[in-house]
């Protein structure tokens, strides 16, 4: 009869210890251990020598198969036992004895790192009656060994325990290093629980807050500091759950009730099993940077605003001033022509009186209506001037291409009796390349600097006026130079300006031909100047966009 | 058929220009056809020989009139266009004389309908040398002549 013993769990971790064979030495149960699989008595106790009739001597070393040659009924189950580590109760019957006696082999395992070593056995041998007792006392001695087997599981916890109380120990001071540390900086850093009760306060903390560490610990973090969040507290809990991190602004409260705004930096802390354990907060005081950064914000807004005010005023005046310097113009204009009305008859008049009534007055009187007439004149001239100048300024401009060589040829056309008079010279000499012009104010442009050109010469000097073009990269440059009296440099840029003229008295003109020139070449987008050396003539350029062939036909500029 | 010096309406509100173009037409020895108006109410009324101008003899119907553009009431280019729209006027002879050179108002004053444009000169000898030669012009060139102008004979 084999049972199977179930309640006795696996002695997977049991090897065989000094203390343990020494309990089955004094047991008072026979029991012996047999070792490999050819179960070779390693350890046979006084009880058990007893009982088989043997001497420890006689038994150890030996195989059951040496000890006892005649067949062991029970030997299928010890290999059993020994193959599988299930321990096996085996009794068998000794029917030629009066009475009947049991013969009760229980048999257990014995493991060496996982590996079965042998199997204990103990023996009993009970008659019917006894058997209960026998049960009784197997379940005891299974008990027992259990038990001790319990007792070795709990040692070699207890020395774990040790070995863990002893790391924690060095973990411990090595922790009080590190928040010793962590007291140094002037960062809030905080330890939180799962539940965010507060377990560590560093000395920041304290100076930032204004609660102790005592005070402070088992606290809730959001209660104590009455946290107002960016963002709800399930996303933040969310995020930091997946990724062990988050960073963000929080606003907390102070013990004295001043609301801060910190930068909270929150780490989780996991366990081996990465189980959540603890949340670490460090935390900046950002409240004079949020500050700051708000002032710079609003600064930067304010200043954007005036910025557009500014431009927007820019835009205005500019707008107001072309208007205004528009309506001048015109102002300008009508003023000039009114002007004229009254001038006629002055004109008109004392050149009647000069032709009608001078035998009626003294040679006083006669002068003074010539000059009266002469002044009446100038004026004129003058008006006539400020007229084309402001018709210049204000005309419709539109540039198309033109040909120099015809415009050139215009002008000079125009002044034959000028050139006649003054005894000129005009050489033109091309090439004549295409530019981009207003027709009418080019020849008005090019007419008042030849007219100038034979104006300003010198005494007992023929007038000789070169007019060229000059290809240039993206313009035509057209020189009108003359060996006539030439211009100071001091005077080079005023000359260009309304009325100005260097030789009041000496040659006639209002000093309006040189502005028109340049209000003329202004309004076609180009450019004037002059090179001169007093004595030794003046030579007068313009710069006109190059007539490009892509781009033949008209052109607003207005 | 001989047609008389013709007559020529200045129309023309500052006196000192129309004191200045009868002298010069004096000088030239051509006072007498010289008729003044001086706004553009006038030179209708006149036209149309309304009130005093009825006078025929006094205010005959012009050859031509010399008109100034900026008149006080009505305008030189309003006169313009309501003699082209008389049927009894529509053919005078209007030549605009303004002080004004301004391209756009020379524009306005053709599209009118006006026959010649003459710039006011800025002296006393350009407008005598230009009347003289209005004058000579006048002399040579046929102008319509309505039928009860008295100034037209028959030789």
Not at chain 1, 23 to 46: C, D, I, K, W, Y
Not at chain 1, 527 to 532: A, I, K, T
């Amino acid at each position: 009869m084999t049972t199977k013993i179930l309640s006795i769990p696996a002695y997977q971790t049991l090897d065989l210890s000094r203390s343990w064979l020494a309990t089955v030495e004094h047991s008072p149960l026979p029991t012996f251990m047999v070792e490999g699989p050819t179960h070779t008595v390693r350890q046979m106790n006084a009880a058990c020598c007893q009982l088989l009739e043997k001497t420890p001597v006689e038994s150890t070393g030996k195989t059951l198969g040496d000890l006892w040659p005649e067949q062991i009924h029970w030997v299928g189950a010890l290999d059993r036992v020994y193959r599988t580590g299930q321990p096996e109760c085996h009794t068998e019957e000794q029917a030629f004895t009066r009475p009947t006696v049991f013969w009760t082999y229980t048999m257990w395992p014995v493991m060496a790192q996982d590996q079965p070593l042998g199997v204990m056995i103990q023996v009993v041998v009970t008659t019917r009656q006894q058997q209960q007792t026998v049960a009784m006392n197997e379940a005891l001695v299974l008990g027992s060994v259990h038990q001790h087997e319990l007792t070795e599981a709990s040692e070699r916890l207890n020395t774990q325990l040790r070995e863990e109380i002893a790391g924690r120990l060095t973990m411990q001071q090595a922790l009080a290093e590190k928040a010793r540390l962590l007291d140094l900086s002037t960062d809030a850093i905080v330890v939180l629980d799962c539940e965010h009760r507060i377990r560590y306060w560093n000395r920041g903390a304290e100076e930032l807050y204004g609660w102790s560490g005592p005070e402070a610990l088992g606290k809730l973090s959001y209660e104590l500091l009455r946290t107002s969040f960016t963002q709800p507290i399930d996303q933040i809990t969310e995020e930091l759950h997946r990724t062990n991190h988050w960073t963000g602004v929080m606003t907390h409260t102070k013990r004295d009730g001043q609301r801060i705004s910190m930068l909270v930096r929150k780490v989780l802390d996991r366990d081996n099993q990465g189980k959540p354990v603890a949340i670490l907060e460090s935390m900046t005081d950002i409240t004079e940077r949020t500050k700051a950064e708000a002032a710079l914000r609003d600064a930067r807004t304010r200043l954007a605003e005036h910025a557009g005010q500014l431009e927007g005023l820019v835009t205005k005046r500019t707008a107001e001033l072309t208007a205004s310097n528009q309506q001048l113009e015109a102002i300008v204009y009508s003023m000039a022509h009114d002007l004229r009305a009254p001038l006629r008859s002055m004109q008109g008049f004392a050149a009647l009186l000069v032709d009608e009534a001078s035998t009626a007055l003294s040679e006083n009187g006669r002068d003074c209506a010539h000059r009266i007439d002469q002044s009446a004149q100038f004026m004129d001239a003058l008006l006539s001037d400020l007229l084309a100048y402001t018709r210049t300024s204000q005309q419709h401009i539109e540039l198309t291409t033109l040909s120099l060589e015809k415009v050139v040829g215009t002008v000079l056309s125009r002044m034959q009796k000028e050139i006649a008079n003054g005894n000129a010279c005009v050489e033109c000499s091309g090439p004549w390349p295409e530019v981009r012009a207003h027709e009418p104010t080019l020849i008005q442009v090019l007419s008042n600097l030849t007219a100038n050109a034979l104006k300003f010469v010198r005494p007992g000097v023929p007038p000789l006026v070169r007019i060229r073009a000059e290809e240039r990269a993206v313009s035509i440059r057209v020189w009108v130079e003359d060996n006539g009296l030439g211009i100071s440099p001091d005077y080079q840029q005023q000359i260009f300006r309304l009325f100005i003229r260097l030789d009041r008295g000496k040659y006639p003109g209002t000093g309006a031909g040189l502005a028109i020139v340049q209000k003329g070449i202004e309004r076609m987008g180009g450019r004037v100047g002059v090179e001169s050396t007093p004595g030794q003539g003046s030579r007068f350029w313009i710069e006109l966009p190059k007539a490009v062939p892509a781009e033949r036909g008209a052109h607003h500029v207005d | 058929m001989l047609i008389e010096d013709p007559i020529v309406l200045l129309v023309d509100d500052s006196e000192d220009d129309a004191l200045l173009v009868r002298r010069v037409f004096e000088r030239v020895g051509f006072a007498a056809p010289l008729r003044i108006v001086g706004d553009g109410e006038e030179v209708i009324a006149y036209l149309n020989g309304a009130g005093a101008f009825g006078d025929r003899a006094k205010f005959p119907l012009p050859t031509v009139v010399l008109l100034d553009l900026n008149l006080p009431r009505k305008n030189g280019f309003a006169v313009l266009a309501w003699i082209r729209q008389q049927p009894e006027h529509k053919r005078l002879c209007v030549y605009i004389l303004s002080a004004s050179s301004q391209a756009d108002d020379i524009q306005q004053a053709y599209d009118l309908g006006a026959n010649s444009y003459l710039v006011k000169p800025g002296t006393l000898d350009e407008l005598a040398a230009m009347t003289q030669c209005l004058l000579a012009w006048l002399r040579l060139g046929h102008f319509y002549v309505p039928e009860d102008n008295p100034s037209i004979t028959t030789a």
